[in-house]
Antibody, heavy 119, light 107 residues
Framework: QITLKESGPTLVKPTQTLTLTCTFS??????????VGWIRQPPGKALEWLAL???????RYSPSLKSRLTITKDTSKNQVVLTMTNMDPVDTATYFC???????????WGQGTLVTVSS | DIQLTQSPSFLSASVGDRVIITCRAS??????LAWYQQKPGKAPHLLIY???TLQSGVPSRFSGSGSGTEFTLTISSLQPEDSATYYC?????????FGQGTKLEIK
C-alpha cells in the first residue's frame, strides 16, 4: 500500500526559505521507473506542478520557479525534500507530493499541507 | 510550455446525465494525458491515464478519449458523488502542466 505525507511549517514569513518533507511508504526511490513530484494549489485556484525527482536522481523543475526550488531525496529514509527560497504571500498554497511513474503518472497523492506566507 | 484549456469551466448537470469535459492542448501531447478528480479539502484522485486508461478502482462510468491536442473526459451516467472539480494534466513534456479545472455541480 503506497502512502505519502507532507510535513513542514504552516506559517512562514516573506523572504524566508520553506522546507517541506514528503515521507512515503509502500515503494522505494531506489526502484526503477519511480519518481516523486511536488504540486501546489493556492486557495480556490488550480493545481500547479513544481518539481519532480526520479530514482536516478534526475531532477526537473517548473521553469517559472526553477531559480527558487531545490528537490532532493534520501532513499534510506524514504523521504523527498523540497526547498523554496524567498517566499512571498503569493506562494500561500496547499503543497502536495505524489508518487509518479511513467505508466500510471501521478497515481498516489499525499493529503497536502497548507503553507501560509505572512509577516 | 504547453498550455491546457478545459471547457467548460463550470458545469451543472442532473443525476443520470451524460457529461463531457474537454481539454485542449496548445501543442500535441500524444496520449500523455491524465484526468484527476478533486473534492473540496482533498487531494486530487487519478481517474484516467494515458488519455484513455481507467485507473484501477475507478467506476466504469468514467472514460477518456483523444490524442494530440484534443481530449475528453466522459461520465456516462452522473452520480451525486461525482460533484467535484476535474483537472487534466499533460505529461508529454516539462513542465507537466495542468488545466484550469472544471467544476461540476449536481443539480
Amino acid at each position: 500500500q503506497i502512502t505519502l505525507k507532507e510535513s513542514g511549517p504552516t506559517l512562514v514569513k516573506p523572504t524566508q526559505t520553506l522546507t517541506l518533507t514528503c515521507t512515503f511508504s509502500g515503494f522505494s526511490l531506489a526502484t526503477s521507473e519511480v519518481g516523486v513530484g511536488w504540486i501546489r494549489q493556492p486557495p480556490g485556484k488550480a493545481l500547479e506542478w513544481l518539481a519532480l525527482i526520479y530514482w536516478t536522481d534526475d531532477k526537473r523543475y517548473s521553469p517559472s520557479l526553477k531559480s527558487r526550488l531545490t528537490i532532493t531525496k534520501d532513499t534510506s529514509k524514504n523521504q523527498v525534500v523540497l526547498t523554496m527560497t524567498n517566499m512571498d504571500p503569493v506562494d500561500t498554497a496547499t503543497y502536495f507530493c505524489a508518487h509518479v511513474t511513467p505508466v500510471t503518472y501521478f497515481d498516489y497523492w499525499g493529503q497536502g499541507t497548507l503553507v501560509t506566507v505572512s509577516s | 510550455d504547453i498550455q491546457l484549456t478545459q471547457s467548460p469551466s463550470f458545469l451543472s448537470a442532473s443525476v443520470g446525465d451524460r457529461v463531457i469535459i474537454t481539454c485542449r492542448a496548445s501543442q500535441g501531447v500524444s496520449s500523455y494525458l491524465a484526468w484527476y478528480q478533486q473534492k473540496p479539502g482533498k487531494a486530487p484522485h487519478l481517474l484516467i491515464y494515458a488519455a484513455s486508461t481507467l485507473q484501477s478502482g475507478v467506476p466504469s462510468r468514467f472514460s477518456g478519449s483523444g490524442s494530440g491536442t484534443e481530449f475528453t473526459l466522459t461520465i456516462s451516467s452522473l452520480q451525486p458523488e461525482d460533484s467535484a472539480t476535474y483537472y487534466c494534466q499533460q505529461l508529454n513534456s516539462y513542465p507537466y502542466s495542468f488545466g484550469q479545472g472544471t467544476k461540476l455541480e449536481i443539480k
